[in-house]
């Protein structure tokens, strides 16, 4: 039954996100999106400062049903006229991702239909095909999410290699956790970016020294900002929150792209794609768009809604897996969630 429906036209997906604090469910047909739905847990978990697994876990479970049957409802189609159904199985956390995993074992079981396992890391670099349908590659991906950092080389549709990344902090991390110390609530990316218009770059953020050219280290950077709020609270001094958040982002943000053109550069790739939440940030869309353009490049972005979490990326990847893969990404009712996934 898989195998026929990599020649399917209309070959039409529904799949189900649930690996941190959104419940996303999406429908797909022939590569285009017909509904995309999120519900999200930020206000839920935003009293805590960051998100609680149990408390993501209970309202998936509280959720996904009802997110399901609105993107059903808004493509306008039933359940049984999906051809597949698609799950974020990894990377992300355990219980949350059980939630999304079990529901969807269950649809497929019950309607006898394949099920797709997707990896959430390789679903947040589809997104860009879903921004721009003409991205092709060979191309270099930037990795900016809440728990990962890295650069790669996407040599086809399901071939990566894996050039550098973070040896410490995710970037994603860091901005949130920069957010705290500056008492900016969760989630810390776009507090950031908010509290950083009008700063200035006052305050010094050293270049951290790392093994690879194309590695990254965060938390030297988040140390010294932490120690720079630090010593003016106890010097009983005003923090200037914007020019912290400026220097600290401008920062970030370059060190980021450099890493992506010089790659690029290296590998004879013309177009450098983001992924992962901390592309919505504007100064990184800003920073990346001008040294590539500088170096004759072209940079590419989801869009602000599908850099974050959401279930129109993890269609979009089932959607490769079936017409481009060997078939290994179908999965059995023996499927698991997994943690920790590697990317290649
Ligand atoms: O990709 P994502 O939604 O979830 C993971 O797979 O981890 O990324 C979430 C991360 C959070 O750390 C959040 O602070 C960051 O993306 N983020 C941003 C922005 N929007 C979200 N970081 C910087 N600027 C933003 N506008
Ligand atoms: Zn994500």
Same mark, same amino acid.
């Given at each position: 039954?898989?195998?026929?429906?990599?020649?399917?036209?209309?070959?039409?997906?529904?799949?189900?996100?649930?690996?941190?604090?959104?419940?996303?469910?999406?429908?797909?047909?022939?590569?285009?999106?017909?509904?995309?739905?999120?519900?999200?847990?930020?206000?839920?978990?935003?009293?805590?400062?960051?998100?609680?697994?149990?408390?993501?876990?209970?309202?998936?479970?509280?959720?996904?049903?009802?997110?399901?049957?609105?993107?059903? @409802?808004?493509? *306008?189609?039933?359940?049984? %006229? /999906?051809?597949?159904? $698609?799950?974020?199985?990894? !990377?992300?956390? &355990?219980?949350?991702?059980?939630?999304?995993?079990?529901?969807?074992?269950?649809?497929?079981?019950?309607?006898?239909?394949?099920?797709?396992?997707?990896?959430?890391?390789?679903?947040?670099?589809?997104?860009?095909?879903?921004?721009?349908?003409?991205?092709?590659?060979?191309?270099?991906?930037?990795?900016?999410?809440?728990?990962?950092?890295?650069?790669?080389?996407?040599?086809?549709?399901?071939?990566? @290699?894996?050039? *550098?990344?973070?040896?410490? %902090? /995710?970037?994603?991390? $860091?901005?949130?956790?920069? !957010?705290?110390? &500056?008492?900016?609530?969760?989630?810390?990316?776009?507090?950031?970016?908010?509290?950083?218009?009008?700063?200035?770059?006052?305050?010094?953020?050293?270049?951290?020294?790392?093994?690879?050219?194309?590695?990254?280290?965060?938390?030297?950077?988040?140390?010294?900002?932490?120690?720079?709020?630090?010593?003016?609270?106890?010097?009983?001094?005003?923090?200037?929150?914007?020019?912290?958040?400026?220097?600290?982002?401008?920062?970030?943000?370059?060190?980021?792209?450099?890493?992506?053109?010089?790659?690029?550069?290296?590998?004879?790739?013309?177009?450098?794609?983001?992924?992962?939440?901390?592309?919505?940030?504007?100064?990184?869309?800003?920073?990346?768009?001008?040294?590539?353009?500088?170096?004759?490049?072209?940079?590419?972005?989801?869009?602000?809604?599908?850099?974050?979490?959401?279930?129109?990326?993890?269609?979009?990847?089932?959607?490769?897996?079936?017409?481009?893969?060997?078939?290994?990404?179908?999965?059995?009712?023996?499927?698991?969630?997994?943690?920790?996934?590697?990317?290649?």
């Amino acid at each position: 039954m898989e195998n026929s429906l990599a020649e399917k036209k209309d070959l039409t997906i529904v799949a189900v996100e649930s690996s941190c604090d959104e419940t996303a469910c999406a429908v797909l047909r022939d590569g285009v999106i017909l509904s995309s739905v999120i519900s999200s847990q930020i206000e839920i978990h935003k009293a805590f400062g960051g998100v609680v697994p149990e408390i993501a876990s209970r309202n998936h479970v509280v959720n996904i049903e009802g997110v399901v049957n609105a993107a059903i @409802e808004k493509a *306008g189609i039933r359940l049984s %006229d /999906a051809d597949c159904f $698609a799950v974020t199985y990894g !990377a992300g956390l &355990l219980g949350a991702l059980l939630v999304g995993v079990s529901y969807v074992k269950g649809l497929a079981f019950a309607l006898d239909k394949p099920l797709v396992k997707v990896n959430h890391i390789r679903g947040h670099l589809a997104a860009n095909y879903l921004a721009d349908p003409s991205l092709k590659p060979p191309y270099i991906g930037l990795i900016v999410s809440g728990g990962h950092t890295a650069v790669v080389r996407v040599r086809d549709y399901l071939s990566f @290699e894996y050039l *550098g990344g973070t040896m410490d %902090d /995710a970037v994603g991390e $860091a901005f949130d956790k920069v !957010a705290r110390t &500056l008492s900016l609530p969760y989630p810390g990316g776009p507090e950031i970016e908010r509290a950083a218009k009008g700063g200035k770059p006052t305050v010094y953020i050293p270049e951290p020294k790392t093994k690879g050219e194309f590695d990254f280290s965060f938390s030297g950077i988040k140390t010294s900002v932490i120690n720079f709020v630090h010593g003016a609270r106890q010097r009983g001094e005003e923090i200037p929150v914007a020019d912290v958040a400026y220097s600290f982002q401008t920062a970030v943000c370059s060190m980021l792209s450099r890493a992506a053109v010089k790659a690029a550069k290296r590998y004879g790739c013309s177009d450098v794609a983001v992924a992962g939440g901390v592309g919505a940030n504007g100064c990184l869309r800003e920073t990346l768009s001008d040294l590539c353009l500088k170096n004759g490049l072209k940079a590419h972005f989801p869009t602000k809604q599908t850099c974050t979490d959401n279930a129109a990326m993890i269609a979009m990847e089932a959607y490769l897996q079936i017409r481009y893969g060997d078939g290994s990404a179908f999965a059995s009712d023996a499927l698991d969630a997994k943690a920790s996934l590697p990317l290649v």
